[in-house]
């Protein structure tokens, strides 16, 4: 029960506005179609939700060979032992 109060609370919708919906979608729709319009909105949400999983899934697995490339691409060089040297190099060019 809480959940679904939850869920009420989130969209802002008291009971009577949800009753109203209830009775436009029953007289819209009708009483024999209703259940094919469930099953068709509930296809429709899983297929939803599958496209979702897949697209963070790939955007994940970017992000994981990216992640790869740059740390084989930085491995074996530390960054500041090489500015050190730089550093190092130009000051003994400089004397």
């Known amino acids: 029960m809480v959940a679904s109060k939850s869920i009420f609370l ?7 506005e949800i009753f109203v919906i209830m009775i436009f979608i029953l007289l819209f729709f009708g009483a024999e179609s209703i259940p094919k319009v469930a099953k068709s909105a509930g296809k429709i949400l ?7 999983d897949d697209i963070k899934r790939d955007i994940q697995n970017s992000s994981n060979n990216i992640r790869k490339d740059i740390m084989d691409q930085t491995k074996g060089s530390n960054p500041i032992k090489d500015l050190k040297d730089d550093i ?3 000051i003994k060019d400089i004397n």
Not at 46 to 51: E, K, L, P, S, T
């Open 10 to 16: 989130f969209l802002n919708m008291s009971g009577g």
């Open 46 to 52: 899983y297929q939803i939700r599958n496209a979702t």
């Open 88 to 90: 190092e190099d130009s």
